[in-house]
């Protein structure tokens, strides 16, 4: 069983910044690399949400059109880490923010796409 430990939430102003980490643990078997990481994000009342992914290889990221350019998704593979860098935050970025690890190669922005979830981090910008 593959382990989540999202960090890193909490209050900010609009315009400001925060920096999500994702931490993995895992069985002995279990690689981090070998996993395609990904970002959601959920608002109260609403359905979870898609925000950016990026490859097992670090080598290619994919974002949802609400963040694109604002949100940076990485990863460091050596400290089993994932990483969600969110500028120019917004009162509508608000939401408990969700890591998932997914077998899948390639892109995967469903839910249904991962298999491991993290029990998420509140977010909170004020206007």
């Known amino acids: 069983q593959v382990q989540l430990v999202e960090s890193g939430g909490g209050l900010v102003q609009a315009g400001g910044s925060l920096r999500l980490s994702c931490a993995a643990s895992?069985?002995?078997?279990?690689?981090?690399?070998?996993?395609?990481m990904g970002w959601f994000r959920q608002a109260p009342g609403k359905e979870r949400e898609f925000l950016a992914g990026?490859?097992?290889?670090?080598?290619?990221?994919y974002y949802a059109d609400s963040v694109k350019g604002r949100f940076t998704i990485s990863r460091d593979n050596n400290k089993n880490t994932a990483y969600l860098q969110m500028n120019s935050l917004k009162p509508e970025d608000t939401g408990v923010y969700f890591c998932?690890?997914?077998?899948?190669?390639?892109?995967?922005?469903?839910?249904?796409?991962?298999?491991?979830w993290g029990q998420g981090t509140q977010v909170t910008v004020s206007s």
């Open positions: 998932a690890a997914s077998r899948l190669a390639g892109w995967a922005i469903k839910t249904s796409d991962y298999d491991y």
């Open positions: 990026i490859i097992q290889n670090g080598r290619s990221t």
């Open positions: 895992g069985p002995t078997f279990y690689t981090f690399n070998t996993y395609l």
